[in-house]
């Protein structure tokens, strides 16, 4: 008896194999994102969650557009898992300004450095977040989350910021700068 020869599908050119790795990477940065909505770290003003770090990570390695993706489908995933509390509409609404947010973070560290970088998102992400809000919920909702999304973004700027800076200035892992 004479086993069936099976052939293996090898992507025969290297931009198969470079879409599959870059699919691959988005897919790890998304559930990364959503794994981070899950981990809340205790603060003074609520509980402060990680889901932004990986896709500004993301913008910052890989480009504006895998930054962007990251972060809307992963903001997308975390509230699926949470079951949509505020509604689909407001996740979504929520889910393209964070991407947007990350898509800012790269185009600001592209020219102006980190620290421009890290204090535009911050104030965007922060208070302008916060002040798009206001449809959803008038003044009220705006002067009650304004200090929370300021927390919350600089925490996950700084993380991002601090790990693509360190795996950029270290010999541990090369990232090629384009």
């Excluded at 699919?23 to 981070?36: D, H, K, N, Q, T």
């Excluded at 929370?148 to 090369?174: E, G, Q, T």
Aim: some cysteine; proline content about 5%; aromatic content about 8%.
């Amino acid at each position: 008896m004479e086993l069936p020869r099976v052939r293996a599908k090898v992507p025969r050119v290297l931009g198969e194999a470079r879409e599959v790795q870059r699919a691959a990477r988005l897919i790890v940065f998304i559930v990364l994102s959503a794994l981070g909505a899950m981990a809340k770290v205790p603060g003074p003003l609520g509980a402060v969650t990680l889901d932004a770090a990986p896709s500004y990570f993301a913008a910052l390695a890989f480009g504006w557009g895998e930054g962007a993706l990251v972060a809307g489908l992963g903001s997308l995933l975390s509230a699926l898992i949470s079951g949509f509390p505020l509604g689909v509409l407001v996740h979504v609404y929520a889910a393209v300004q964070a991407a947007l947010w990350a898509t800012c973070l790269r185009l600001a560290y592209e020219r102006g450095g980190p620290v421009l970088a890290m204090l535009a998102t911050i104030f965007l992400a922060g208070v302008v977040a916060a002040a798009l809000s206001w449809p959803l919920g008038g003044q009220a909702l705006v002067t009650s989350s304004l200090a929370p999304f300021i927390v919350a973004a600089a925490v996950n700027v700084m993380l991002a910021m601090a790990a693509y800076v360190f795996l950029m200035r270290s010999k541990v892992v090369y990232v090629r700068r384009r």
